[in-house]
C-alpha cells in the first residue's frame, strides 16, 4: 500500500455497527501480515495478525480476510465500540521476518 | 506486562543539532527495530539490529546512526537535524519466542525548529 500522506481515508460508523477496513499490500512474497490499531499520540498496537497460508482468522470480535490472489487484506470488528476509534494499518513482512511495511492508515470513527 | 521504553518521550531540536533518542525493549527480547512516522503517514522501517548486530535496513539516511547495546537496549544518533526530520519515531521489540510479532513503544515525538 501507498502513504496516503495527511489525507488519512476516514470510515465512519455507527456504535454497534460492523466494521471493515480494507487495505491493499504491495509484495506478493509476503507471507506475514498484521493489522495494528494507533490511538493518537501512541504507538501502533498489535490486533490480530495472519500468515500466507490462511485465508481467514478470527479473534475477540476481530477478522482478518486474506485474499493472496488480488493482493488484499481486510479488517473486520464486530459491533464497533467508541473505544475502537483510531487509525489501522495493516503491515507486511515477508519470509526474512523483519522489517514490517506498513500500508495507508485508515481512521475510524465511532459515533455513539 | 512490561512494555518497550522509549526516551524521552519529547525532544525538541534546532536545526543542524544532534539528537539521540532510547529504546528499551521488552524483557528478553532480543531483537529491536526502528520506525519514523511523519505526520499522518505510516510508519517507515529505518533499521534494526539483532544479538547487537545490525540485521535489516531501511530508509534510514546517512545522517543517521543507531547501534545494540549488550543490554538490548538501542539508541538512534540523529546528526545535522533537517526541519524534515520532525516526526514520531517508534522502537519495537521481539524475540524467538514471539515470533515476527513486533512489539511498539509509545514513540518519541521529534520537534525540529
Known amino acids: 500500500g501507498e502513504s496516503v500522506g495527511l489525507h488519512l481515508p476516514t470510515l465512519s460508523v455507527q456504535e454497534g455497527d460492523n466494521s471493515i477496513i480494507n487495505c491493499a499490500y504491495s509484495?506478493?512474497?509476503?507471507?506475514?501480515f498484521i493489522w495494528y490499531k494507533q490511538e493518537s499520540g501512541k504507538g501502533p498496537q498489535f490486533i490480530i495478525d495472519?500468515?500466507?497460508?490462511?485465508d481467514k482468522r478470527q479473534g475477540q470480535r476481530v477478522t482478518v480476510l486474506l485474499n493472496k490472489t488480488v493482493k488484499h487484506l481486510s479488517l473486520q470488528i464486530a459491533a464497533t465500540q467508541p473505544g475502537d476509534s483510531a487509525v489501522y494499518f495493516c503491515?507486511?513482512?515477508?519470509?526474512?521476518?523483519?522489517?514490517?511495511?506498513f500500508g495507508g492508515g485508515t481512521r475510524l470513527m465511532v459515533k455513539p | 506486562a512490561a512494555g518497550v521504553i522509549q526516551s524521552p518521550r519529547h525532544l525538541i531540536k534546532e536545526k543542524r543539532e544532534t539528537a539521540t533518542l532510547k529504546c528499551y525493549p521488552i524483557p528478553r527480547h532480543d531483537t529491536v527495530y526502528w520506525y519514523q512516522q511523519g505526520p499522518g503517514q505510516d510508519p517507515q522501517f529505518l533499521i534494526s539490529f539483532y544479538e547487537k548486530m545490525q540485521s535489516d535496513k531501511g530508509s534510514i539516511p546517512d545522517r543517521f546512526s543507531a547501534q545494540q547495546f549488550s543490554d538490548y537496549h538501542s539508541e538512534l544518533n540523529m546528526s545535522s537535524l533537517e526541519l524534515g526530520d520532525s516526526a514520531l519515531y517508534f522502537c519495537a521489540s521481539s524475540s524467538f519466542s514471539t515470533g515476527t510479532k513486533q512489539f511498539f513503544g509509545p514513540g518519541t515525538r521529534l520537534t525540529v525548529l
Open positions: 509484495n506478493s512474497a509476503s507471507d506475514y
Open positions: 495472519i500468515r500466507s497460508n490462511m
Open positions: 503491515a507486511e513482512q515477508n519470509n526474512a521476518g523483519n522489517m514490517l511495511t
